[in-house]
Nanobody, 124 residues
């Protein structure tokens, strides 16, 4: 099993940047595909970005391409989401998720482990 704890959320003005972190505990973190999802009030949780176990492959939803970057440091058991040029529509609770030994998946049901979420609010 793996436990996930997100941090780095907060309030930022439109055009600003934030870096989210997701610290994982448990064994074999480097074997997990990691994903970031987000959920705003009244909407379903949706895929934002994903990264394979080695970091060699990354995937993004279209609305964040060119603005967000996912990365991981397996030595630190941590995955990051660098968010630049933030927009008010990026406001949401951001969750990291993990699934063992598969390629990047974009469905909520494809992931086995979830963090508690961190709030990101972008003001206009």
């Amino acid at each position: 099993q793996v436990q996930l704890v997100e941090s780095g959320g907060g309030l930022v003005q439109a055009g600003g940047s934030l870096r989210l972190s997701c610290a994982a505990s448990g064994r074999f973190f480097s074997s997990y595909t990691m994903g970031w999802f987000r959920q705003s009030p009244g909407k379903e949780r949706s895929f934002v970005a994903g990264i394979t176990w080695s970091g060699a492959n990354t995937f993004y939803t279209d609305s964040v391409k060119g603005r967000f970057a996912i990365s991981r440091d397996n030595a630190k058991n941590t995955v990051y989401l660098q968010m630049n040029s933030l927009k008010p529509e990026d406001t949401a609770v951001y969750y990291c998720a993990a699934v063992l030994n598969v390629g990047v998946r974009q469905g909520v049901n494809d992931y086995d482990y979830w963090g508690q979420g961190t709030q990101v609010t972008v003001s206009s």
